[in-house]
């Protein structure tokens, strides 16, 4: 008994102090590889240097890979069964879908995703996974979430699949800037880190057009107003040009899909210091599996026009210098796939550096969390390890053999 106890008493101090010892780490801000050693405490970076060492520590040689901040993705949906779609989607109960978001979560961290946000979920289902995430009762990535999205009657964020005597509006539904509010306040209540919103039509919601705005302008500056009065930023759906321009206006700090917009309105994002997360891989997994998994033909149809266009607005995004974060929308798609989007940024116009960047740095500046996102010191001991520099080979990020959160390893050949 009393054996015991040392035992755990000395494992507890040596696993507070790690040094880890690889072939090098990518710095995402300059692209080069570096070579030391990581000391963490507590999960933690406390030193980074040669030749680290320090008698109480747990050495981790990883002297094969090439290490990486943990990658972020700053638009998934975690909950649910993503198998799920059209009228099949409403047969899910609220708690059948929080269960999927436990195995989601676990498969979106082994692929090296050590954050995410996720942007809209019933129930506060998401902030009840990020407590246990937190808790360590479930594996997961660090999660930032919205709770239930706010969206116009009909429109996007609502749910427009059953008739009128059986049809129950989504919970974010408001039709007014107060009643826009009230939500805002309720969603901060009940535990959500940021606010989405939805200013346009979309792809996989019935009889919604992806070109028609949606809130007014009032509406977007009052839900944008309440928001960043509480600290929280703002992530605006929105596909069609007039809809990302209002949702600009009104002050949001991103648009998420952003595929109808135009040069002047690039232009305009970079100056509002607004972010563009453009998921450009859905497009190729919704045309290629929607049939058999379901999809609306009416979403297929809009997929067909709204995939092309997004990829060349994301080429002319990078031209124009725009501040681009990595956004997959994964739970269209299976979770784990979220690097797939890698090869198609670096195809779409970035850069390798670039496409890395937008999955740490950028997207840990949108999420307002600088404690993520680069190997620093003070910074968060969230780590992938790679067999090569991916600025070489960008495919390698899909496959993630090293995967370390906070100190701790989750994940290793
Ligand atoms: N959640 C988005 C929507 O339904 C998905 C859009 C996917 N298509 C795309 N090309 N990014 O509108």
Redesign the pocket.
Known sequence: MRLTLVFILSLNILSQTIILKPKSYLDVETGELITADIEIKNGVITKIGNNLSNNNAEIISLKDKVLLPGLIDTHVHLIGNNQLNGYESLSESSYLATLYGVLNAKKTLLAGFTTVRNVGAANYADVALKTAINRGIVLGPRMYVSGPPLGITGG?CDNNLLPHESSVPNQGIVDSPWEARKKVRTNRKFGADLIKFCAT?????KNTD?NAKQFTFEEMKAIVDEAHNNGMKVAA?A?GLEGIKAALNAGVDSI??A?FIDEETILLAIENNAYLS???Y??DY?LGEGVKKGVLEE?LN??RV??KT??QNFKKAVKLGANITFGT?AG?FDHGDNGKQFVYMVEWGMSPLEAVQAATINAAKLIGDESIGRILIGNKADFIGLDQNPLNSINILEEVPFVMKEGKIVKSE
């Open positions: 996007h039509g979309g792809v996989m919601s992806v759906h596909h998420e899909h595929s453009m998921d450009i859905v497009s919704i979403s809009k997929e709204v995939g997004q990829r929308d269209i």
